[in-house]
């Protein structure tokens, strides 16, 4: 099989890639090794939280308009709490903005993209299939797959995740840093509205984040040791409720779990490139990053927009050459090295006891929500 670009991975990455191609004229294969989650009415533990501007992009490929509305939550107002009674309160209205983001449940979002994919007409989906075998040379890239079945491609994308099949077949030998921490996730029905506000408390114990979902539920990113993960999800509902409501200043009053707790290993990956000849990395394949801003998501996304941009505007030339690519790594780079940071500096600087850390954190805190000009600033740089 022949094409010119085979995209390995079908999540929500490189599904909103596929999509943002359907016009280019080239001949495209996603592999994609699992099944679609079942769509039904229970609660996906995978929430996110997607910014305006990659929602304009999801409107554009044709995704957003498939979703069911009812399912999304606008969230109007985000609260960031220290861990000595310091407070950041960011707003959409004051910052003269409809809403900070939106969010939604993963499966949705990619039921809303398969729907388009299903119908695509340059475009040929391998599922189930698993890669075996990845060669590339000068003209091509040689992809073969458990079955046997072999692709010749002039490009290869990495939309395959963070344990990226392709990148490791490729560009390691970079190895991911681990945090020494995990992200306990779930869901839960509050006896206190959420009014659309998101809700973050850092505490040298960890950080726990609140974000709101349609009616009186919540979905929680509480990153803590190995041992309090395993701790918190060895609990009783009951128990669970109890700590995270005792964590959360009792601000949503009564929980009761919606979705089992879940937990993920944290940890960042940053890669000195992105392509090589006829090789792109996009999404968590290409960089890992500290889930405390939410926009890990919002990162793979806007490496599929660009990199759409750059296959879309290549004219004649050859859509795996190294220069092409390039322009995509580089049009990347500042704002991945730029949320890497900014997660990375807040993680070690919160999950940090000592003394005069804590005080000039909260203090940091307390003085930017002072400040109403640079709290506008940071909403419309995070609603890119």
Known sequence: MEFDIVINGGGLVGASLATALRTSGLKIALVEGQAL????????????????????F??????????DMSRVQQVEEMRVFGDTGAELDLSAYQAGAPELAFILESRLLQH???????????LTILQPAQCAELNINDEAAHLKLKDGREIKARLIVGADGRDSWVRNQTIMPE???????????????????????AWQWFT??????????????????????????????????????AQVAAAAKHTL??????????????????????????????????????????????LGLRDAHELSQVLLQRGTQDCGDLALLRRYERARQGDIMSMQLTTDTLKHLFINDNPV??????????ATNKLTPLKN????HALH
């Open 112 to 122: 809303a993209l398969w729907h388009g994919l299903r119908e695509q007409e340059n």
């Open 37 to 56: 989650p079942e769509l039904d009415s229970d609660w996906d533990s995978r929430i996110y939280a997607f910014t305006p501007g990659n929602v304009e």
């Open 377 to 380: 600033m940071l909403v419309r």
């Open 253 to 298: 009053g009564e929980l009761q779990v919606i979705t089992p707790p879940a937990s993920f290993a944290l940890r960042v990956l940053n890669l000195a490139h992105l392509t090589k000849p006829r090789l792109a990395l996009i999404g968590d394949a290409a960089h890992n990053i500290h889930p405390l801003s939410g926009h890990g998501v919002n």
């Open 357 to 366: 850390l804590r005080i000039l954190r909260n203090l940091g805190l307390s």
């Open 58 to 67: 999801l409107k554009e490929i044709g995704a957003w308009q498939r979703v």
């Open 175 to 197: 190895v991911p840093t681990p945090y020494f921490q995990h992200g306990v996730v779930a869901n839960f029905n509050v006896s206190k509205a959420h009014r659309g506000i």
């Open 204 to 241: 040298p114990e960890g950080i726990l984040a609140l974000l709101p979902l349609p009616g009186k539920r919540i979905s929680i990113v509480w990153s803590v040791s190995p041992e309090k993960s395993a701790e918190l999800l060895a609990l009783t509902h009951e128990e669970l409720c």
